[in-house]
């Protein structure tokens, strides 16, 4: 491996990026996304020592990947339930082009 | 021959746009006739959105379906597309989504997952896998793409950070799906370098993309059988948009400000307008003003204002930016005042579906403004002739001091083509400004009568002159005299005289195919390619059907349409609105009923199979009324 990575392992099926509360899902891929631990992108199934299992209990907004969109810690949790993927925030590209309409 | 149509969809955002403009651009290098549009939702980011295309070595006029490839970047598209492939295709999906599950989905639509479910439930349930087993039964043939893993191979061979190689899962779709159809890897690279090409940071990894993606199908599925390379190969051609080329046409015909309030599918063509605000004019530079108002009611009126002060001047917007701009162009009416409104439709009433194609604001485009205020309302057929009518526009709006509509559609908005630079030939272009008085005296009549009805125009401010809402006398001096009142109406009843006289009867309407055929499409706007299309396969399976086309909608060719319809048998109507607004203004006009239709009301574009399969309805088995209803 030659990216800068290197320093994470890959493939941990049970305490991934994709159930970190560092991990920022990408917002339209979400297999890859953001580590603000490392400063750096990653792919949702590597794993580092300084991975934090995401609780919903913080009062604050969360991120439904499967909805893509912000809700409140209760109506995360109640996402949560329904088997969504929620996340502390999700990652956008600062120059991804949003293809919506004006109006 | 070459002839073929491909879907590629994805999460809104997540570089459809750009995929399909890869495509078409590494189409175009391979030597094709391309035209491809795009189907985007109106407001949830995210939600499915896809690049439709179609090549072929003939004129591509129409999209068509089925397709003979389908890319679908995530588990929604999958779904959504799974009825759209033919039996011949290629389904590329993402390996990984195969338990994806639409109830899963939360951006679907709830009617789509009902529809997937009656369809997939009996295979287990509409799940991505059983989507791709349907395609499969019906003789297509799914590729499944690991994405996950191809993208990890792409980060391993680039030192391009991971953030830029995410965005490279639309290039590795459709760089997989082109390589199945027999495009070469080079041109997949060229369409790759002429879309990111400025961008060396964003070039890079696409390009390891494609390869991977493209090695990918290699291993797997079996060395590629390449296609003949297009008839256009090597030539330098041109891409644009419906909202480009009427931009194009706005600024080379002379436009001098253009306002606008940002409203779907109308605002690229004000943006194109300000990315080409400076031009030549015999040597030396000029600006075109761009102004983005604060709403349509002042967009409106500060055209209203900089034409009378001699401005060649227009705004662009869609319905419900029209309604807003309905008094303005009464206004402008009884001030005559020469404006142009590029009034693009989409689908309504009101706010409706904002992003999707409709033809319904053609009545209310005739009689917008109130109080007798007839106006030249002009619908283009397609990108060459909205380039010629964006010209004609801006000439008859100053030249009979009127507003213009320039009726077009989303459709044509968010279609783009491929064009050689004699198609829109200017060596022949005339800006014509009409009667103008540059040098008024003291004794200036703005309003003066005369045989024709049109008054020599001075600029505000050469003179002290009264311009306003109100009836005026010649001099624009406001009067509620019986005479002059009486006065003032005939004038501008002898204006429209004018008019409808002055434009040629071959540029109002336009019959397309065997005069003397007993079967004719009526219609107007951008169903004419989807038609013209359809044409062709309707002579190949013996029916033989002509097509007149309405261009210019008001005036009305009264005369000239009842002497072509006299002699067709059938009359069908061909329309994307409930009220068949173009067969009531035939009937108001000429008193000509038409007893067929074929109805577009989904909010998709018209396809052109849709109209050899309606028509056939209609001809062979005397079907009267003939809804037709494809498109995702
Ligand atoms: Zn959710």
Known sequence: MTTATSHLARLSPRASCASCWNWLPHVHYPIVGYCTLWAEATFDDYYCPGYVLLEIKTERLYWCSTCRIKLTREEAALHWSHGHRIFRSAYVEPDVKEEIYEG | ?632
Do not use: C
């Open chain 2, 1 to 632: 021959m070459t002839d073929v149509s491909l879907i590629i969809g994805g999460p809104q955002g997540g570089g459809i746009e750009s995929a399909g403009q890869v495509v078409i651009r590494a189409l175009v290098a391979k030597g094709f006739n391309v035209i491809g549009t795009r189907e985007y939702h109106s407001n949830i980011m995210g939600a499915h959105s896809y690049f439709h295309l179609r090549f072929t070595d003939k004129p591509a006029r129409a999209l068509r379906l089925p397709v003979e490839l389908v890319v679908a970047l995530d588990a929604e598209s999958a779904l959504t597309h799974v009825w759209d492939v033919s039996g011949k295709g290629f389904f590329v999906y993402d390996a990984d989504s195969k338990d994806q599950d639409a109830g899963r989905i939360a951006s679907m639509e709830l009617s789509l997952k009902k529809r997937l479910k009656e369809t997939l439930g009996p295979k287990g349930g509409a799940t991505v896998g059983n989507a791709v087993r349907l395609v499969e039964e019906r003789g297509a043939t799914p590729i499944g793409l690991p994405l996950k893993a191809l993208l990890k191979k792409v980060s391993d061979e680039t030192a391009s950070p991971l953030a830029a190689i995410a965005k490279t899962i639309n290039v590795m779709g459709l760089a997989a799906g082109l390589y199945l159809l027999g495009i070469e890897y080079n041109y997949i690279a060229k369409g790759i370098e002429l879309q990111f090409g400025g961008r060396p940071k964003v070039l890079k990894p696409n390009l390891v993309a494609a390869k991977v993606a493209v090695d990918y199908v290699e291993a797997n599925y079996g060395k590629q059988r390449a296609l003949p390379d297009g008839p256009h190969k090597g030539r330098r051609r041109m891409l644009a948009s419906g909202n480009d080329i009427v931009a194009m046409g706005k600024v080379v015909g002379g436009l001098t400000f253009q306002t606008f309030y940002p409203i779907t599918p109308s605002s690229d063509e004000a943006f194109y307008v300000e990315e080409n605000m400076y031009v030549d004019v015999n040597g030396s530079k000029a600006s075109i003003v761009v102004l983005q108002a604060e709403d349509e009611l002042a967009a409106v009126n500060m055209i209203l204002g900089a034409a009378a002060a001699g401005a060649r001047a227009s705004t662009s917007t869609s319905g419900p930016g029209f309604s807003l701009m309905n008094e303005a162009i009464s206004m402008a009416v009884m001030a005559e005042i020469p404006i142009v409104i590029s009034l693009w439709m989409r689908a309504g009433p009101s706010t409706g579906i904002a992003t999707r194609q409709g033809q319904q604001d053609l009545l209310h485009a005739i009689f917008a403004g109130h109080g007798d205020t007839p106006k030249i309302v002009v619908a283009s057929g397609d990108h060459r002739e909205a380039f010629y009518d964006a010209i004609k526009t801006l000439n008859w709006a100053e030249e009979f001091q009127t507003p213009v509509i320039h009726l077009l559609d989303k459709y044509l908005a968010a279609t783009i083509t491929v064009l050689d630079e004699w198609e829109l030939d200017v060596s022949k272009l005339e800006i014509k400004r009409g009667k103008r008085e540059e040098a008024p005296g003291n004794d200036y009549k703005r309003y003066e009568i005369t045989e024709d009805g049109i008054s020599p125009m001075a600029p505000l401010g050469k003179v002290p002159m009264l311009v306003s809402s109100l009836e005026h006398d010649e001099y624009g001096m406001v009067t509620e005299d019986p005479v002059d009142r009486e006065e003032m109406v005939m004038k501008r009843l002898r204006k429209w005289r004018t008019i409808a006289n002055s434009i040629p009867e071959e540029e109002k309407l336009v019959l397309h195919g065997d005069p003397d055929a007993r079967v004719t499409l009526i219609s107007f706007g951008s169903t004419k390619q989807a038609i013209l299309s359809a044409m062709e396969d309707l002579a190949a399976s013996g029916i033989d059907v002509n097509f007149l086309q309405f261009r210019i909608l008001s005036p009305f060719p009264a005369e000239t349409a009842s002497k072509i319809l006299e002699r067709s048998e059938k009359i069908i109507g061909v329309e994307a609105n409930f009220q068949d607004q173009l067969s009531f203004l035939l009937r108001a006009h000429t008193g000509i009923y038409v007893p067929y239709r074929v109805r577009k009301v989904n909010a998709r574009p018209l396809y052109d199979s849709e109209v050899v399969h309606a028509v056939e309805k209609i001809v062979k088995e005397g079907a009267r009324e003939v809804v037709v209803s494809s498109g995702a």
